[in-house]
């Protein structure tokens, strides 16, 4: 399913961008994330984003407004050492992000939120293999979202952005399991690179 609508949106993109005011554009990432309150520190969980975005310009190459669809892959890992054990979460979401962006020279500043769908979660506690979470992620993840974007030249962006879950991903076994009491979160960066479609 995300595949077909993925397709979709990148066959229509440049009669999107061919209308006044409009642009589109295709992009890809590399994502490094946590799991906030899952009692492990750092980005540790190496991940990718791909997808793509049509843009309206509401004052004109100033500022407007971006909604896309995408494919991002993060989760936690943590190897086993002295100190540790092994741990690792694999969440795939297909994700619909709606930003506002401001243009000033070659910047992008860009703000919003994304609803997640979470295709698929696996998990291992033990480094005997991925299974079923225990407990379940929930379904859906609403995200906020910052972004920089810079035109590295003609239609070629750079671009980095912060993820953060408002709503927790998870719930825990008891409230003395040693977590916070909020639940888990999806905490996420991710650097890629963007290309518009004239």
């Known amino acids: 399913m995300m595949r077909r609508l993925l397709v979709l949106l990148i ?9 006044q005011n409009f642009g589109a554009s295709v992009d890809a990432g590399l994502v490094v994330s946590q799991l906030d309150g899952d009692r492990r520190n750092g980005y540790k969980k190496v991940g990718m984003a791909f997808g793509g975005s049509v843009s309206y310009f509401v004052v004109q190459d100033i500022i407007g407004a971006r909604f896309g669809l995408r494919y991002v892959r ?8 002295e100190h540790t054990q092994f741990y690792k979460a694999e969440l795939h979401y297909a994700e619909l992000p709606l930003t506002a962006f401001y243009r000033w020279n ?8 994304s609803l997640g769908y979470l295709i698929k979660a696996k998990e291992d506690t033990d480094g005997y293999g991925l299974r079923e ?8 993840d609403v995200s906020a979202i910052a ?3 810079y035109n590295l030249f003609g ?14 991903v998870r719930k825990h076994h008891t409230a003395q399991d040693g977590h ?11 650097i890629g690179l963007s290309y518009d479609i004239k």
Do not use: C, M, T
Request: aromatic share 14%; no cysteine; net charge negative.
């Open 11 to 19: 066959a229509f993109a440049p009669f999107v961008a061919a209308a």
């Open 180 to 190: 916070i009491v909020s639940g888990q979160h999806n905490n996420l960066i991710i």
């Open 106 to 113: 070659k910047f992008d500043f860009e703000a919003g939120a």
């Open 74 to 81: 993060k989760g936690s890992h943590e190897e086993e050492s």
């Open 155 to 168: 239609s070629l962006w750079a671009n980095a952005s912060l993820n953060y879950s408002i709503l927790a």
């Open 133 to 140: 979470p225990n407990p379940d992620f929930r379904r859906f």
């Open 147 to 149: 972004q920089l974007r």
